[in-house]
């Protein structure tokens, strides 16, 4: 059981660079989240998917897209990197059925913006 | 607005004592309460759970405590050992949005 998946695990950009997070997921939720974690903070929500080909923002979107085809795969996409972009990143994904059932997160991609 | 406060920051517990974490939030529309557990360098996981129709839920040595007019709900942990040193996040959603409204963390140290 795979769970979800997020690569890379690490990554230094540098200032004006762009990367796709990559996060998948093995699970059939449909749902699908991004959020941010900086030090000695909890997470915040950047985007989130109820399903394929359906997206929208969280708390802090700005600087940031995704994209999500299908069920399994839900990049986060950064252009034009700033330093405020420095954070560990972590994708979730849960199943929406007749209660809430809890999010299943990723490992995590740590990313530096020098 | 922070949807859910959580306290203390940070927590110093000794080996077999008692390690508890308050969160407090403003949402009545929220029903769903659950707590994560995270480890350095790994995604949270979820721990225990609890809805607001029970007081309390218990699994193992861990323990949700939910107050349902005062607005706030608990996480105790009994018998605390090293290995439960951690940060601890409490969260709180609502079936409409499904959307999770995170805590700012608790970082726990049991010492042995």
């Known amino acids: 059981n795979a769970g979800v998946t997020q690569t890379p695990k690490f990554r230094i950009l540098k200032i004006g660079q762009s990367m796709t997070l990559q996060c998948a997921q093995d699970m059939n939720h449909n749902y699908m989240y991004w959020y941010r974690q900086d030090p000695g903070m909890g997470l915040k929500l950047i985007y989130y998917?109820?399903?394929?080909?359906?997206?929208d923002k969280g708390e802090v979107p700005n600087g940031y897209n995704v994209s999500r085809s299908t069920t399994e795969y839900f990049p986060l996409r950064l252009e034009l990197a700033a330093p405020s972009q420095t954070s560990v990143y972590f994708c979730?994904?849960?199943?929406?059925?007749?209660?809430?059932?809890?999010?299943?997160f990723g490992d995590g991609t740590r990313l530096s913006i020098l | 607005q922070q949807q859910v406060k959580q306290s203390p920051q940070s927590l110093i517990v000794q080996k077999g004592g008692i390690s508890i974490i308050n969160c407090a939030y403003e949402n009545t529309a929220f029903d769903y309460f659950p707590w994560y557990q995270q480890f350095p360098g790994k995604g949270p996981a979820l721990l225990i759970a609890?809805?607001?129709?029970?007081s309390e839920k218990k699994e193992g040595r861990f323990t949700i405590s939910f107050n349902k007019s005062a607005k706030q709900f608990s996480l105790h942990i009994m018998d605390s050992q090293p290995g439960d040193s951690a940060t601890y996040f409490c969260?709180?959603?609502?079936?409409?949005?499904?959307?999770?409204?995170f805590g700012s963390g608790t970082k726990l140290n049991v010492k042995p």
């Open positions: 609890i809805r607001p129709d029970v």
């Open positions: 969260a709180a959603s609502m079936y409409d949005f499904n959307k999770f409204y």
């Open positions: 998917s109820v399903g394929a080909g359906i997206t």
């Open positions: 979730a994904s849960s199943l929406k059925d007749r209660s809430n059932q809890p999010q299943h």
